[in-house]
T-cell receptor
Framework: DQQVKQNSPSLSVQEGRISILNCDYT??????FLWYKKYPAEGPTFLIS?????DKNEDGRFTVFLNKSAKHLSLHIVPSQPGDSAVYFC???????????FGGGTRLMVKP | GAVVSQHPSWVICKSGTSVKIECRSL??????MFWYRQFPKQSLMLMAT?????????EQGVEKDKFLINHASLTLSTLTVTSAHPEDSSFYIC????????????FGSGTRLTVV
Protein backbone atom coordinates (compact mmCIF):
# COMPACT_ATOMS: atom_id res chain seq x y z
CA ASP A 1 0.00 0.00 0.00
CA GLN A 2 1.66 3.15 -1.26
CA GLN A 3 0.74 5.87 1.18
CA VAL A 4 2.64 8.57 -0.71
CA LYS A 5 2.44 8.73 -4.47
CA GLN A 6 4.07 10.84 -7.13
CA ASN A 7 2.16 9.96 -10.25
CA SER A 8 4.44 11.70 -12.72
CA PRO A 9 7.73 9.84 -13.09
CA SER A 10 9.22 12.65 -15.14
CA LEU A 11 8.68 16.29 -16.03
CA SER A 12 10.39 18.45 -18.63
CA VAL A 13 10.33 22.24 -18.35
CA GLN A 14 11.95 25.11 -20.20
CA GLU A 15 14.41 27.26 -18.29
CA GLY A 16 12.71 30.26 -16.73
CA ARG A 17 9.30 28.63 -16.63
CA ILE A 18 7.51 27.20 -13.61
CA SER A 19 7.98 23.58 -12.57
CA ILE A 20 5.11 22.00 -10.68
CA LEU A 21 5.68 18.65 -9.00
CA ASN A 22 2.74 16.87 -7.46
CA CYS A 23 2.34 14.43 -4.61
CA ASP A 24 -0.71 12.64 -3.22
CA TYR A 25 -1.06 10.81 0.06
CA THR A 26 -3.64 8.58 1.67
CA UNK A 27 -2.80 8.64 5.36
CA UNK A 28 -4.64 11.47 7.10
CA UNK A 29 -2.38 11.03 10.14
CA UNK A 30 0.64 12.50 8.37
CA UNK A 31 1.51 15.74 10.12
CA UNK A 32 4.53 16.98 8.22
CA PHE A 33 5.51 16.94 4.58
CA LEU A 34 8.92 17.43 3.05
CA TRP A 35 10.45 17.74 -0.38
CA TYR A 36 13.91 16.42 -1.17
CA LYS A 37 16.13 16.76 -4.20
CA LYS A 38 18.35 13.88 -5.17
CA TYR A 39 21.14 13.37 -7.66
CA PRO A 40 22.23 9.87 -8.74
CA ALA A 41 24.46 8.08 -6.25
CA GLU A 42 23.97 10.80 -3.64
CA GLY A 43 21.80 11.13 -0.59
CA PRO A 44 18.69 13.33 -0.71
CA THR A 45 19.06 16.98 0.22
CA PHE A 46 16.28 18.81 1.98
CA LEU A 47 14.45 21.51 0.04
CA ILE A 48 11.37 22.67 1.85
CA SER A 49 8.73 21.39 4.22
CA UNK A 50 5.25 22.20 5.40
CA UNK A 51 3.28 21.41 8.50
CA UNK A 52 -0.18 19.95 8.14
CA UNK A 53 -1.62 23.03 9.85
CA UNK A 54 -0.48 25.26 7.01
CA ASP A 55 -1.42 25.44 3.36
CA LYS A 56 1.59 27.22 1.94
CA ASN A 57 5.26 27.65 2.66
CA GLU A 58 7.65 29.66 0.55
CA ASP A 59 11.44 29.73 0.44
CA GLY A 60 13.02 31.65 -2.39
CA ARG A 61 12.18 29.99 -5.70
CA PHE A 62 10.47 27.09 -3.95
CA THR A 63 6.90 27.07 -2.72
CA VAL A 64 5.02 24.11 -1.33
CA PHE A 65 1.23 24.04 -1.29
CA LEU A 66 -0.81 21.66 0.82
CA ASN A 67 -4.46 20.80 0.21
CA LYS A 68 -5.46 18.63 3.16
CA SER A 69 -8.99 17.98 1.98
CA ALA A 70 -7.61 16.57 -1.27
CA LYS A 71 -4.61 14.98 0.44
CA HIS A 72 -2.43 16.64 -2.15
CA LEU A 73 0.69 18.72 -2.07
CA SER A 74 2.72 20.34 -4.76
CA LEU A 75 6.13 21.90 -5.13
CA HIS A 76 6.46 24.95 -7.36
CA ILE A 77 9.85 26.04 -8.63
CA VAL A 78 9.95 29.40 -10.33
CA PRO A 79 11.89 30.32 -12.29
CA SER A 80 13.24 26.89 -13.13
CA GLN A 81 16.96 26.61 -13.75
CA PRO A 82 19.00 23.88 -15.45
CA GLY A 83 20.66 23.18 -12.10
CA ASP A 84 17.26 22.16 -10.76
CA SER A 85 17.38 19.04 -12.92
CA ALA A 86 17.27 16.12 -10.49
CA VAL A 87 14.87 13.63 -8.97
CA TYR A 88 12.46 15.15 -6.47
CA PHE A 89 10.92 13.11 -3.69
CA CYS A 90 8.06 14.11 -1.49
CA UNK A 91 7.99 12.56 1.96
CA UNK A 92 5.49 12.49 4.77
CA UNK A 93 5.92 12.03 8.48
CA UNK A 94 3.37 10.30 10.66
CA UNK A 95 2.68 11.81 14.02
CA UNK A 96 3.36 8.47 15.71
CA UNK A 97 7.08 8.70 15.12
CA UNK A 98 9.93 10.21 13.19
CA UNK A 99 9.95 7.89 10.22
CA UNK A 100 9.41 9.29 6.75
CA UNK A 101 7.42 7.67 3.97
CA PHE A 102 8.67 8.60 0.51
CA GLY A 103 6.89 8.94 -2.79
CA GLY A 104 8.31 7.31 -5.89
CA GLY A 105 10.05 10.44 -7.12
CA THR A 106 9.71 12.67 -10.16
CA ARG A 107 12.62 13.31 -12.48
CA LEU A 108 12.70 16.98 -13.41
CA MET A 109 14.59 18.08 -16.49
CA VAL A 110 15.00 21.80 -17.04
CA LYS A 111 16.08 22.57 -20.57
CA PRO A 112 18.21 25.64 -21.28
CA GLY B 1 24.62 22.63 9.71
CA ALA B 2 24.02 19.02 10.59
CA VAL B 3 26.20 16.62 8.63
CA VAL B 4 25.87 12.88 8.30
CA SER B 5 28.87 11.00 7.00
CA GLN B 6 28.27 7.65 5.37
CA HIS B 7 31.11 5.31 4.51
CA PRO B 8 32.03 3.67 2.21
CA SER B 9 30.45 5.46 -0.73
CA TRP B 10 30.76 2.36 -2.87
CA VAL B 11 31.81 -1.22 -2.33
CA ILE B 12 32.11 -4.35 -4.43
CA CYS B 13 32.14 -7.67 -2.63
CA LYS B 14 31.93 -11.35 -3.43
CA SER B 15 28.84 -13.40 -2.78
CA GLY B 16 28.81 -14.86 0.69
CA THR B 17 30.89 -12.14 2.31
CA SER B 18 29.67 -9.50 4.72
CA VAL B 19 29.81 -5.75 4.26
CA LYS B 20 29.58 -3.09 6.93
CA ILE B 21 28.29 0.40 6.20
CA GLU B 22 28.86 3.19 8.72
CA CYS B 23 26.74 6.24 9.31
CA ARG B 24 28.06 8.99 11.56
CA SER B 25 26.50 12.20 12.71
CA LEU B 26 29.40 14.64 12.77
CA UNK B 27 28.17 17.63 14.72
CA UNK B 28 25.06 16.46 16.52
CA UNK B 29 23.76 13.54 18.49
CA UNK B 30 21.33 11.29 16.71
CA UNK B 31 19.18 9.20 18.97
CA UNK B 32 17.39 7.84 15.94
CA MET B 33 18.84 6.84 12.61
CA PHE B 34 17.06 5.36 9.63
CA TRP B 35 18.35 3.00 6.96
CA TYR B 36 16.89 3.12 3.48
CA ARG B 37 17.41 1.13 0.35
CA GLN B 38 16.89 2.40 -3.16
CA PHE B 39 16.64 0.24 -6.24
CA PRO B 40 17.37 1.82 -9.63
CA LYS B 41 14.70 4.34 -10.63
CA GLN B 42 12.66 3.56 -7.55
CA SER B 43 11.87 5.31 -4.32
CA LEU B 44 13.65 5.13 -1.00
CA MET B 45 12.30 2.23 1.00
CA LEU B 46 12.73 2.34 4.75
CA MET B 47 14.46 -0.80 5.97
CA ALA B 48 14.76 -0.15 9.67
CA THR B 49 14.76 2.44 12.40
CA UNK B 50 17.79 2.39 14.63
CA UNK B 51 17.59 3.70 18.18
CA UNK B 52 20.69 4.29 20.26
CA UNK B 53 21.17 1.62 22.86
CA UNK B 54 18.28 -0.56 21.80
CA UNK B 55 17.36 -3.03 19.11
CA UNK B 56 16.48 -1.74 15.69
CA UNK B 57 12.92 -1.84 14.45
CA UNK B 58 12.71 -3.52 11.06
CA GLU B 59 10.09 -2.89 8.42
CA GLN B 60 7.98 -5.75 7.19
CA GLY B 61 9.83 -7.96 4.77
CA VAL B 62 13.32 -6.92 5.88
CA GLU B 63 15.36 -9.80 7.28
CA LYS B 64 16.87 -8.67 10.55
CA ASP B 65 19.39 -11.51 10.56
CA LYS B 66 20.63 -10.47 7.15
CA PHE B 67 20.74 -6.74 7.72
CA LEU B 68 22.32 -6.29 11.13
CA ILE B 69 22.00 -2.83 12.60
CA ASN B 70 24.00 -1.58 15.52
CA HIS B 71 23.50 1.85 17.08
CA ALA B 72 25.97 1.72 19.92
CA SER B 73 26.51 5.44 20.33
CA LEU B 74 24.68 8.69 19.70
CA THR B 75 26.85 9.42 16.68
CA LEU B 76 27.28 6.05 14.99
CA SER B 77 24.99 3.49 13.44
CA THR B 78 26.19 0.60 11.32
CA LEU B 79 24.42 -1.63 8.84
CA THR B 80 26.04 -4.99 8.11
CA VAL B 81 24.82 -6.94 5.11
CA THR B 82 25.64 -10.52 6.02
CA SER B 83 26.29 -13.29 3.51
CA ALA B 84 25.65 -10.88 0.68
CA HIS B 85 24.08 -12.08 -2.55
CA PRO B 86 23.76 -10.33 -5.91
CA GLU B 87 20.14 -9.44 -5.14
CA ASP B 88 21.41 -7.37 -2.22
CA SER B 89 23.11 -5.05 -4.69
CA SER B 90 21.51 -1.68 -4.17
CA PHE B 91 22.01 1.87 -2.98
CA TYR B 92 21.82 2.13 0.80
CA ILE B 93 21.24 5.48 2.50
CA CYS B 94 21.18 6.39 6.16
CA UNK B 95 19.41 9.32 7.73
CA UNK B 96 19.59 10.85 11.16
CA UNK B 97 16.87 12.71 13.00
CA UNK B 98 18.05 15.35 15.42
CA UNK B 99 15.28 17.89 15.80
CA UNK B 100 11.66 18.09 14.88
CA UNK B 101 10.79 19.61 11.57
CA UNK B 102 12.08 19.46 8.06
CA UNK B 103 15.70 20.23 8.61
CA UNK B 104 15.84 17.61 11.33
CA UNK B 105 16.37 14.82 8.84
CA UNK B 106 19.85 14.74 7.41
CA PHE B 107 20.83 12.09 4.91
CA GLY B 108 24.15 10.48 4.30
CA SER B 109 25.60 10.43 0.82
CA GLY B 110 24.71 6.79 0.30
CA THR B 111 26.58 3.57 -0.35
CA ARG B 112 26.46 1.75 -3.64
CA LEU B 113 26.81 -1.97 -2.92
CA THR B 114 27.54 -4.37 -5.75
CA VAL B 115 27.71 -8.06 -4.96
CA VAL B 116 29.40 -10.19 -7.60
Amino acid sequence: DQQVKQNSPSLSVQEGRISILNCDYTNSMFDYFLWYKKYPAEGPTFLISISSIKDKNEDGRFTVFLNKSAKHLSLHIVPSQPGDSAVYFCAARGNAGNMLTFGGGTRLMVKP
Amino acid sequence: GAVVSQHPSWVICKSGTSVKIECRSLDFQATTMFWYRQFPKQSLMLMATSNEGSKATYEQGVEKDKFLINHASLTLSTLTVTSAHPEDSSFYICSAAHTSGGRGYTFGSGTRLTVV
